[in-house]
């Protein structure tokens, strides 16, 4: 493995070579590594004058990271079991605000800095505080990002015993994904369908292959961890994180999970799959996101709840037995685990605690380690031993279930359940706190123990990949990765296969180019976004419109033009209403899948959960309640266009996020189709016959919002599917080319798995 390095790529090493200028090794401080067939391996960083355990790299992982665990002190521990709050490089720019960051006291634009100089923050949380595990949300490019890096690992290799960051992502590769935190790409890596995306193109083994790129680009960047994938059976079509996870069909989700990871994680030619190419996969959220209540999300107060009125409890876990901790490669298993915040309301029968999965001995200690056997790490969901926030909706801290606990005594509960690690925290303060009580309540040696077995298993994972060997980048190598042309052509190729058609009255598509084609704008209400703040009212350009100018004549009316082409999304709602509360109710509304007002007459009478310190009832119902989605317009704005175009086609494109009620929309349609987040080009290719559609329903659309409300949050395949103005039926599965109904094995293979009730 040889491998030139220049001064200005180490930022603060130095070559040692021989006098033919062959490179034998580099040099920082006490820490010198030399250039063996391996690779570089670090050798007596202690000065003792020997090779200890940890620093050999020829012994097995495992060993390594027990007796490098074994040396750290209780603060060293602490910070390896922080996770960073999410970093922006640079620290710039309207998120700066929310995330914050400055530079020797001064914001970035005042400061004079460098992209890739570390913040005052940084600097702080890993000398002080020790933290090892860094989570990446804005890159400016591939070059700040090498740079970065390498400061940031020179900085940890000269602090303590100079262990490494291991770097990880919220998924960046998403065309048009609505992930949480999504990384904002300012490199350009290579763009593919997201989640439910993938599994509209039925191919599992296009997801091992979308893992390997992923996992190259990742490494090109210094990232080593993949918050994802995110493996929840979407069970309830009403959650706002529908379109980021696999769907709701078990087997499929199991193949695309069992691809996802072995892709990731797996360097090939390797013995035990791990190494240098190598990206840890954390798969999330056990036991499963997906059932929450009225399909309110776990991120907020009023959304704190998994409920399983199916009784599907079992079901959810599969993802994970037969497909996470099941790989069939080396690596055998995912390597990290994150709970959901949600509370899996009355599932523990043992211990009869309604708390978060995180702080939940049942979940994590007797059902994922005992039972399950799984001795991966658990990594809480970000912010959970932070204090709630004044109201329902407000984004703040996520403890659900142990508001009435100090954040100290909720890091020993998480503890207590068998988690390693705690997400969003930078601070070791609160970890050393609980240290101290678990030694009041169990003695220091048994907390020095659990301490180090928790050490053990995040060392574990740095070890595996290569980071102790060389945690360093090469500008040149990264700039050749990140983004290249081939990766690039496959992540698009990834989205076409995604759109999928699901009318086409008359064969009106593909459109010719170069006709005179009509795209309105859009209007949004105010709604609450996913920080819970309210968005204003806006007026949106669609962005296939600036996209179209490279297929069609675009024109300003429809009374000008051959053809029109609405780009919208699915209805925009949130089942809460700080208003309602303020007018004495309680501030529960339905989630609607439609765009016009909604009256729920069909929820339930009361709800399956409750219960919250600022609540006086434990009953969320809200039945009888009305909600309107804030993009009602959208709705609106294809009748008028087809009102005008008369008959003239009028194709329409949907943003999909979750299934909605196509019954208002498709009889004002001649073409639909949709897309779960990819570039407007993807569905231009598809419009103008570029490409010819080939993606299939991974969902079923409702046949309306009473089947929507009579479904189980737990149990997959159990609405009414629409059936449209052509005879067609939006059941999974289902799709169009521009010959008709596609009939595929792909579907076959699987099978519907449904009820095909029609209505």
């Not at 800095?113 to 933290?131: G, Y």
């Not at 960046?172 to 300012?186: C, D, I």
């Not at 509209?200 to 190259?216: H, K």
């Not at 009784?311 to 993802?319: A, I, N, Q, T, W």
Request: charged share 25%; net charge negative.
């Amino acid at each position: 493995m040889e491998k030139k390095w220049s001064q200005e790529e180490k930022e603060g090493y130095r070559l040692i070579h021989n006098e033919g200028g062959k490179d034998l090794g580099i040099s920082s401080g006490s820490r010198v590594a030399i250039l063996s067939e391996d690779g570089y391996a670090f050798k007596d960083f202690l000065g003792t004058g020997k090779i200890v355990p940890y620093e050999d790299w020829r012994l097995p992982a495992g060993e390594r990271a027990a007796d490098l665990a074994s040396r750290l002190s209780i603060e060293d521990i602490a910070g390896l079991m922080l996770y960073s709050a999410h970093q922006l490089i640079p620290a710039k720019g309207p998120l700066a605000a929310a995330f914050g960051g400055t530079y020797d006291g001064k914001a970035f634009e005042e400061s004079g800095a460098s992209p890739w100089d570390l913040t005052d923050q940084q600097k702080e949380f890993i000398v002080k505080d020790r933290v090892r595990h860094v989570l990446i949300m804005k890159l400016q490019d591939t070059e700040t990002a090498v740079r970065w890096n390498n400061k940031l690992q020179a900085l940890a290799e000269n602090t303590g015993f100079g262990i490494p960051a291991n770097n990880s992502s919220d998924p960046r590769h998403g065309a048009g994904s609505s992930a949480e935190y999504m990384g904002v790409t300012g490199e350009p890596i290579s763009k593919w369908a997201n989640g439910i995306g993938l599994t509209a193109a039925f191919e599992p083994e296009a997801v091992r292959e979308f893992g390997e790129i992923g996992a190259a680009e990742y490494r090109a960047l210094g990232i080593t961890t993949a918050l994802s994938p995110q493996i929840d059976l979407a069970t309830e079509p009403r959650w706002m994180r529908f379109a980021d996870t696999f769907g709701e069909h078990t087997e499929l989700t199991v193949e695309m999970t069992r691809a996802y990871c072995e892709g990731f994680q797996t360097t090939k030619n390797s013995p035990d799959g791990w190494g240098d190419e190598s990206v840890n996969t954390m798969v999330k959220h056990f036991p499963g996101g997906g059932p929450c209540e009225a399909g309110r999300d776990g991120h907020y107060a009023y959304g704190k709840y998994a409920v399983y009125p199916g009784g599907k409890f079992e079901e959810h876990l599969r993802p994970f037995t037969e497909g996470a901790f099941s790989l069939k490669g080396g690596t055998k298993t995912a390597s990290a685990v994150m709970p959901y915040y949600t509370i899996s309301y009355g599932v523990d029968q043992t211990y009869g605690e309604n708390v978060g999965n995180s702080f939940s001995k049942y979940i994590v200690n007797d059902l994922l380690r005992g039972r399950l056997g799984y001795d991966g790490v658990v990594c809480t969901d970000w912010g959970i031993t932070h204090d709630m926030g004044k109201t329902e909706e407000e984004f703040a801290g996520k403890c659900w279930g142990v508001e009435g606990l100090t954040e100290a005594e909720r890091h020993l509960k998480a503890l207590e359940a068998g988690v390693d690690q705690f997400g969003g925290n930078n601070d070791a303060g609160p970890v050393l706190e609980a240290y101290r009580l678990g030694c009041e309540k169990y003695g220091e040696e048994a907390m020095r123990s659990r301490f180090e077995r928790s050490a053990a298993r995040l060392l574990l994972n740095m070890f595996r990949t290569g980071l102790f060997e060389n945690p360093y980048l090469d500008m040149e190598h990264s700039c050749q990765v990140v983004g290249c042309r081939e990766f690039s052509e496959k992540g698009y190729l990834s989205q076409l296969k995604s759109v999928t058609l699901l009318k086409n009255r008359d064969g009106v598509l593909p459109l010719a180019e170069q006709i005179k084609v009509y795209i309105p704008r859009r209007h949004i209400r105010p709604y609450l976004n996913f920080m819970s703040s309210m968005t204003p009212d806006v007026s949106v350009e669609p962005a296939g419109k600036g996209a179209a100018a490279d297929y069609f004549v675009v024109v300003d009316t429809p009374e000008e033009a051959d053809a029109a082409v609405c780009f919208i999304e699915s209805p925009i709602s949130v089942g809460y209403d700080p208003e309602d509360r303020k007018r004495g109710g309680s501030g529960y509304v339905p989630v609607t899948l439609q765009y016009r007002p909604y009256e729920a007459k069909q929820a339930r009478l009361h709800s399956l959960a409750g219960g919250d310190p600022l609540e006086t009832s434990d009953d969320r119902s809200y039945r009888g309640k009305w909600n309107t989605a804030a993009n009602e317009e959208d709705l609106d704005l294809v009748i008028e266009t087809k009102k005008r175009m008369g008959e003239r086609p009028v194709i329409v494109s949907v943003n999909l996020k979750n299934p909605m009620v196509m019954a208002e929309l498709e009889p004002y349609a001649d073409a639909v189709l949709v897309d779960y987040g990819v570039s407007p080009q993807a569905v231009l290719d598809v419009i103008t016959g570029r490409f010819i559609p080939c993606g299939l329903l991974p969902l079923q659309m409702p046949a309306d919002m009473d089947t929507v409300e009579r479904q189980a949050e737990d149990e997959a395949f159990d609405m009414e599917c629409y059936k449209d103005s052509e005879g067609h039926i939006y059941e999974f599965g289902f799709g169009m080319n521009y010959d008709g109904v596609i009939e595929d094995v792909r579907t076959e293979k699987y099978g519907r798995q449904s009820r095909r009730r029609t209505k």
